[in-house]
């Protein structure tokens, strides 16, 4: 791509130095290190780390060009834009030459059941005989059979995100589904990804140290359905608090469809049972009614499946095929996913107040009758605080037994953590406290009886710890095998 396609395809405030220079672009960075000869280099304004800092260190790298917030004094041309992140986001999609418009792209935005229900949207996709890929927390994959190839955000930033759908576009892929965190539509990453279905699974707190608000984490949500066009399709989970503020929000060119539980909806659950082995109930489409009895269990897993299924209404494929194919989902990594029998160990990634809210719901429905329920939990650091007592109360209230630990400390004191999450206790004198997250899962190995359910929280699929000044390898399901089990 040639340097004078960017100059007319985006809107800058000044162009600097520009005369004389129609260097072919090799490719995009917002690193410098990454930075390689003919690169245009995107000095990105972060919450910690200002990329103008850097603007010297990518042009001795190689950059060609920088887009830049201010004038640097530096020997290559500039483009001065309003806002870089806004600019790097329009840089990759012309770069690869908007990936996403060749794709039937639907995103999936919301605090918690992002990934699952991605994943049962691809599973639905290649029940039709349909390819599709999946982008998300656990990595990308091409289809539902592949491996997961890493990604560093649930969203990647636009250009590696504009990239991985080119990639997909020439794999002869015609689909994707996606997860879409707040962050990445705060921070532009998505922009210009044409998304012809956009799907809400709830709004609750999360990201506070982000967002600040809970309004203006509902406005970042928001965006993605702001900018749906005819023929485009918008899902809201009617029972969720904030839905009725986002079906204001839907463009009046998209067709708005609901799901839910407890208010009217166009894919409804009724006749709800659990046991041991999963979810039975009566799902009603628009008066049609199909019985439905899912391997995955909770309420959070119902809501899930609601999602899914009304994507698959939403998109014409056939609904007893659909039910079948949900049917035979035993669930995804991490994700109350039960890594031990006798006593029962859960390993679920909640890490937000209603998430733990609700797998330890679901997770009280399966302990027998004469069982205790053991909650295993902690808190990331440098993350939402106000959420940490939140949490405390809860697994009070819902568990019979709490082992607080950490979870991600990062740059902050576990114990400061700890004691956060003490505030909401009404008493403390049946908590027992661990730091060390191992030595907390032998804690509750030691209390475990055989008719309990243990449910360790927090980190789901992740396979490693990140401490204050390095990152270990710790996956919490390794762990429950070697206590529990000694594998």
Request: aromatic share 8%; proline share 3%; charged share 25%.
């Given at each position: ?37 003919d690169y245009v280099f995107v000095c990105l304004t972060g919450e910690h780390v200002d990329g103008h800092e850097y603007a010297e260190e990518a042009v001795t790298n190689g950059a060609c060009i920088c887009i830049v917030e201010r004038r640097l004094n530096l020997d290559i041309p500039q483009i001065v834009v309003s806002n870089t992140q806004e600019a790097l986001a329009q840089i990759a999609d012309i770069f690869y030459v908007s990936p996403s418009q060749k794709l039937n792209l639907i995103g999936v935005t919301g605090t918690n ?375």
């Amino acid at each position: 791509m040639r340097l004078r396609t960017i100059i007319d395809n985006i809107d800058y405030l000044e162009l600097v130095d520009i005369d004389g220079f129609c260097t072919e672009i090799q490719g995009i960075s917002y690193n410098s290190k990454n930075t390689q000869r003919d690169y245009v280099f995107v000095c990105l304004t972060g919450e910690h780390v200002d990329g103008h800092e850097y603007a010297e260190e990518a042009v001795t790298n190689g950059a060609c060009i920088c887009i830049v917030e201010r004038r640097l004094n530096l020997d290559i041309p500039q483009i001065v834009v309003s806002n870089t992140q806004e600019a790097l986001a329009q840089i990759a999609d012309i770069f690869y030459v908007s990936p996403s418009q060749k794709l039937n792209l639907i995103g999936v935005t919301g605090t918690n059941g992002k990934t699952t229900v991605t994943h049962l949207i691809q599973k639905l996709y290649e029940a039709e005989n349909l390819k599709c890929a999946l982008i998300g927390t656990l990595g990308n994959k091409y289809s539902s059979d592949d491996t997961y190839h890493d990604v560093k955000h649930t969203t990647p930033q636009a250009p590696e995100l504009q990239e991985l759908f080119y990639t997909i576009y020439k794999k002869n892929i015609p689909n994707v589904v996606m997860e879409v965190s707040s962050h990445a539509l705060a921070q532009h990453r998505v922009d210009y990804c044409d998304f012809n279905g956009a799907i809400l699974t709830n709004l609750t707190q999360d990201h506070l140290d982000f967002h600040i608000t809970m309004n203006n984490y509902f406005k970042a949500k928001a965006k993605l359905f702001e900018d749906l066009y005819t023929g485009d399709f918008a899902i809201i989970n009617a029972d969720d608090e904030y839905a009725g503020k986002f079906m204001q929000v839907v463009s009046p060119k998209a067709r708005l469809l609901t799901y839910g539980i407890k208010s009217e909806a166009d894919v409804r659950a009724i006749s709800i049972e659990f046991n041991n082995d999963g979810a039975k109930f009566v799902c009603d489409i628009q008066g049609k009614k199909y019985d439905i009895s899912l391997q995955m269990n909770g309420m959070f897993s119902v809501y899930n499946v609601l999602a899914a299924l009304t994507a698959a209404y939403a998109l014409g494929f056939n609904i007893e095929n659909s039910i079948k194919t949900l049917e035979q989902v035993k669930g995804v990594a991490g994700r109350f996913e039960i890594v031990v029998n006798k006593p029962t160990v859960i390993v679920d990634y909640a890490h937000t107040p209603d998430g733990l809210q609700n797998v330890l719901n679901a997770a009280r429905g399966i302990t027998p009758q004469g069982g205790e329920l053991i909650c295993i939990f902690g808190c990331g650091g440098d993350r939402d605080a106000t959420k940490r007592p939140k949490m405390g109360a809860i697994a009070e209230e819902l568990a019979d037994k709490v082992i607080v630990t950490s979870d991600n400390p990062r740059s902050e004191d576990p114990q400061q953590i700890i004691t956060d999450i003490l505030a909401g206790f009404k008493s403390v004198s049946n908590v027992i406290v661990e730091p060390d997250r191992e030595l907390a899962i032998k804690q509750a190995y030691k209390l475990a009886n055989a008719n309990d359910v243990v449910i360790v929280a927090g980190k789901g699929h992740e396979d490693y710890q990140i401490l204050a000044n390095e990152t270990i390898h710790f996956d919490d399901r390794e762990k429950v095998r070697e206590i529990f089990i000694g594998e």
